[in-house]
């Protein structure tokens, strides 16, 4: 019972101070403690150390103070090899309803190696690992609904270097995580309409220059301007511009009366136009995007969607 309100203490201490040292896990959210046979081994240590001074037993009392100087350079050990090391997210972009991947960078502030340590996502032990200058851990990890969270809690732990002192500390992530609709292909007939729908007006005409007029040419385009100073015919040329590659994607428009299917199909046309090189923007009631074929352009929409 006490020893459970103790854990809850420390917990909750742990998550207070890593509020205030996001993404760091310092000295301020780091505790260190002996384990059960830490503990054991400090109980034996103080009975060998009384028992030695009672009879008056050299060996015991130099046993003793051996074992209690070993105890103790284990705490400062334990103490090092978690201090000072920062994590941060890689993607912060994942789908739902997939199974996906959580990467994370975590490296050392004072470029010490460090050895034995444990990664714990949700409580769950996931990987252990050493650590030199920084390494790339990847979570396998599933989300059910949609939405911006909290990045999950990060737990680091190390009994190194004998076993006997735990030293952990809970990290805290300040990125969100954008949690967008699942993409499901549509039916190729409204992939196949959004890309003819274009075609309408898919040709523009910029000015490029103007030529002297030439037998049986359109006199519609006749620059009169230039008649008045030069009193010669020219004739107006355009460059034809193709602008077929610009898709809009009408959330309202893809026909279905599922709302979160039609979410899911805007994700699906998202990066698929993204992957096909075209501009493409997201249109909703009264939010219509910009036009772009950018990486960025398509993670902004798929935070758009992710909360919309």
Known sequence: ?????????????????????????????????????????AVFIFFAFASSI????????????????IYFISIIISYQNLVSIRIDPINYLVPNNKNVYLSFFIQTLNKKDRLNLNFLLDKEKLQNFDLSSGKEINIKYFFKKRGVQDMPQIKLESVFPFGIIKAFGTVKLKQKLFIYPEPIKPPSFL?????????KNDIDYEFETIEEQKENENLSRISWRHYSTMKKLFIKKFLRIDNN?????DIEKLESSNFELSLSYASYLIEYFYNQKKKFALKYKNFTSNYSKSLTHKNELLKFITNV
Do not use: A, C
Not at 6 to 31: D, G, P, Q, V
Not at 191 to 199: H, V
Not at 245 to 249: E, F, G, M, N, P
């Open 191 to 199: 992939i196949s309409r959004l890309e003819k729908q274009n075609l």
């Open 1 to 41: 019972m006490i020893f459970e309100k103790w854990k809850k203490f420390i917990k909750k201490k742990l998550e207070k101070n890593s509020e205030f040292h996001k993404n760091l896990l310092t000295k301020k959210n780091l505790y260190i403690f002996p384990n059960l046979n830490g503990f054991k081994l």
């Open 54 to 69: 009672f009879y008056q037993n050299n060996v015991g009392l130099l046993i003793s103070i051996i074992l209690f100087i």
């Open 245 to 249: 590659d610009q898709i809009l994607i």
